[in-house]
């Protein structure tokens, strides 16, 4: 085998979780722009090249799935890779919403077609949960939480493209297991020792999703009430409980998973964005900013660590 069939057959879904970090970077950005009244704009830039990164993504991976179907079928059935395969959904409905407001038809098709996709893909994967034979406490990690998470993004675009029913139907379906996959994630990470190091940047995916049901719930009814206040809290705390942690994060070797730290920080950057207008203090608009600039460090850190591991040919290779 050439080593450029060998690196599309080793290919990996999780590259998708690229477009969930450089969609949430955009969209955070694009909120900032208007709700802090910045006298530059970076997110119609930024717009089109995430989409034609997952344009890219898109074709390669169809490729594999068209020469390599059985290496496909192998992720699917794995029991940690299946939680990456939403992250296909996942990246088309952050686009939906990216171009909400710039083309409102690209937004409703992204939309419906990636909210479809992910219903197929939450079904799929918890139904492999409850009828399995493979799985082990071992494979427990945050990235679990990637099908959860997927459902609470639907209503944000949802409810500018159809009837409130269908957004309050997934948020209620992802609102409902975040909690029960937070314990049992907690008991894995207390009772049966550390994450491997290829999967600890997923720890920040805890921060997901009390700040992306924030920001759905405040869609969903136009405004911030207690139940808002309590979600953006928890995800405020899940921020600077990780936060707190750097040095442990700092040591790690690169591995993909390290795009696991930028969509969480950009959902909680968005989540202080649409506190800072709600409220109007100061405090939130000081915050959002910090964030923003933080965000902004890690994507560039990622992208040029991705291309260092890509140039070095550390990734799409056996057992990655």
Known sequence: MSDTASRLKNFPISWFAMIMGMAGFT??????????GLGFALSPILL??????FALLAVIYLAKLARYPQAVLGEINHPVK???APTISIALILLSIGYLHRAPEWSFWFWAIGSGLHLVATLYVMSSWIHHTKYEIAHLNPAWFIPVVGNILVPISGVHHASPEISWFFYGVGIFFWPVL???IFYRLIFHGSLPDRFMPTLFIFIAPAAVGFISYYNLIGGI?????ILYGIALFFTLLLFVQVKWFARLKFF????AYSFPIAAITISTLVMAKETGLAF???LASGLLGILTLVIAMLLVRTAMAVSRREICVEGH
């Open 27 to 36: 969209i955070a950005w694009s909120r900032a722009e208007h709700i802090l």
């Open 48 to 53: 089109p090249v995430t989409a034609a990164l």
């Open 82 to 84: 299946v939680a990456f």
């Open 182 to 184: 937070t314990s049992i």
């Open 225 to 229: 009430d207690a139940f808002a206040r």
């Open 256 to 259: 993909l998973s390290w795009w």
């Open 284 to 286: 939130y608009s000081w």
